[in-house]
Structures are given as structure tokens and as C-alpha cells.
């Protein structure tokens, strides 16, 4: 599964951002999908995570309430709309995936195998 991130950009603090993570491979469906971040100085972090399905999601506090996770398995291509962006949300933001035995599963038993480049959010105060 090969994964490209994109949609990140400049932003002012209270404004949206959509980020798009396209996939290829046949495995994608087969697939959760997560967003990570990674600010300067600090350890990459959990965003939020979705199941194969699209039925099962997770978010951390940090997302709670200001972002959504979606995706098209038609198009294979998983979504975070972000809103209410704020400067703390500056980051690299990036798409993994790991494939799940069970449709509803959010989070992989193996972890997330595979990894996007990565995307530049920043959010101006």
C-alpha cells in the first residue's frame, strides 16, 4: 500500500483545512487508516483513526470536536476535515495505514505498516 498525503498549507488560527490521503495497492480496503501529526521538537502523536469500514472511528482530545475523519474506499482515499484550527495544531501531518482482520477494527493489531510523506500544516495566530 503506498500512501501521498496532501492539502496541508498555511492557515489562520479558527480557519479549516481539508487533508486528503490518496492510496494505491489492493489492499487498501482491507486497510484502518490513521493521521499522525509531528510538530517541531516533539514526538509524533496519534490525530485520529478509522476502520476499513468507515464505522469505527477513534480521536484523540486533540481532535475531538474540530476534526473528521472519512474515507472513500471507491476512491481509496481517506479524508481530515480540520476546523477551528489552532496554532498548537502546526504540524507535519501524516496518513498510515494497517491492514485489520475484522471491518469495524480502528486500530491495527500489528500497528500501521505503512506511511505517507507526510504534509505541512501551519496555523498562524
Known amino acids: 500500500v503506498q500512501l501521498q498525503a496532501s492539502g496541508g498549507g498555511l492557515v489562520q488560527a479558527g480557519g479549516s483545512l481539508r487533508l486528503s490521503c490518496a492510496t494505491s495497492?489492493?489492499?487498501?480496503?482491507?486497510?484502518?487508516l490513521g493521521w499522525f501529526r509531528q510538530a517541531p521538537g516533539k514526538k509524533r502523536e496519534s490525530v485520529v483513526f478509522?476502520?476499513?469500514?468507515?464505522?469505527?472511528?477513534y480521536y484523540t482530545d486533540s481532535a475531538k470536536g474540530r476534526f473528521t475523519i472519512s474515507r472513500d474506499n471507491a476512491r481509496n482515499t481517506v479524508y481530515l476535515q480540520m476546523s477551528s484550527l489552532k496554532p498548537e495544531d502546526t504540524a507535519v501531518y501524516y496518513c498510515a495505514a494497517g491492514p485489520t482482520v475484522y471491518s469495524d477494527s480502528y486500530y491495527p493489531r500489528e500497528g500501521f505498516p505503512y506511511w505517507g510523506q507526510g504534509t505541512q500544516v501551519t496555523v498562524s495566530s
Open positions: 478509522i476502520s476499513w469500514s468507515g464505522t469505527s472511528t
Open positions: 495497492g489492493r489492499t487498501f480496503s482491507k486497510c484502518a
